[in-house]
């Protein structure tokens, strides 16, 4: 470990504390001098470090993401490596390359801006510099098979609630069928899973789970205004521990998720349920009363016919008044 990342290590598990160069160099086994130079290439990398005569150094946070803050919040638990760019076309794009070459591994892309950040569909995310969180994972799939892929979907929703409500304990977060997270009436994120498959033999090797969340944002393309927000564009949480809360969450989500433990916490989020919605299957559109989640995280609509059907993709398009 280099003499940064044990300064790093040290000071983020202090965070408020003033700590001398003094303790901060025994404390890593180094001189006063290698402590300095940390401290200043990390003031660079965007940490924000403050420096006081007579009382040392005290750790704020950090304004960037960073590959190695986000694995000493996460207690490097996460067992992969952890990839953090400026700017790329997509974090989904990065893990299929990646998956490429490293078919059998566990693997996290970030980036403080996407260019081309897409979600279901191939829908364009917005994803501008440093107001979000724009992050994929690769879960390799042991099983290989594709069943029951929605309650992947659908778990990783909860987790991600999860995440985000211990980080905004006030803010009232809703899921709106599949993988679409809501707040007061706007979307704040979205995830998308897309499975990499094995061609010659069918079979799915791993999925990437990707998750994009407007935190402070607030300069939405026009035509996006009135249906996108950020969570909060007063509140800047620190987002290399909010990553590393999410990371924590989803691997651990990916190797239980058919349990389908969640569900219960997915129903009592759901923003469609006892509503009439609008479904958009391929070309074909549905209206019916959300009745509930499958035990597969399908939707089940009972029809104006008094019919029931289950769906386990489309889009809910439109969420009227409760029924």
């Known amino acids: 470990m280099t003499t940064k990342e044990q300064v790093l290590m040290t000071l983020v598990a202090h965070p408020g504390t003033w700590l001398s160069g003094d303790q901060l160099a025994q404390q890593i086994g180094r001189s006063r001098e290698s402590v300095w130079k940390a401290i200043n290439a990390l003031k660079k990398q965007g940490h924000q470090i403050e420096s006081r005569k007579n009382r040392g150094y005290c750790y704020r946070g950090s304004q960037r993401l960073d590959a190695t803050a986000i694995q000493i919040h996460g207690q490097h638990q996460f067992p992969g490596p952890i990839e953090v760019v400026a700017e790329t076309a997509s974090t989904q794009l990065l893990a299929k390359e990646f998956l ?142 909010l990553a590393a809360a999410l990371l924590a969450e989803v691997v651990a989500l990916s190797k239980r998720y058919t349990s389908a433990d969640f569900l219960p916490a997915y129903r009592a989020k759901s923003a469609v349920l006892g509503k009439q919605v609008t479904l958009q299957v391929g070309r074909q559109v549905v209206t019916g009363l959300a009745e509930d989640i499958d035990a597969h995280g399908g939707l089940v609509l009972r029809l104006p016919s008094g019919d029931h059907q289950i769906f386990t993709s489309g889009e809910v398009v439109k969420v009227g008044v409760e029924a």
């Open 100 to 241: 490429s070459q490293h078919p059998a591994q566990i693997a996290a892309f970030l980036a403080d801006q996407q260019t081309a950040g897409y979600g279901r569909q191939g829908r364009h995310f917005y994803s501008p510099a440093n107001t979000g969180l724009y992050l994929s994972v690769v879960i390799p799939n042991p099983t290989q098979a594709l069943a029951n892929v929605g309650l992947l979907t659908t778990g990783i929703s909860v987790s991600v609630l999860k995440v985000l409500q211990q980080f905004y304990p006030t803010k009232d977060f809703q899921l709106k069928w599949v993988n679409d997270i809501y707040l007061d009436h706007h979307k704040v994120g979205g995830i998308i899973t897309e499975a990499s498959l094995e061609l010659e033999s069918s079979s799915t090797m791993a999925f990437i789970v990707g998750i994009g969340l407007n935190l402070t944002t607030t300069d939405f393309p026009q035509e996006l205004r009135t249906r996108a927000q950020a969570v909060d564009t007063t509140v800047a949480v620190n987002r290399n521990q």
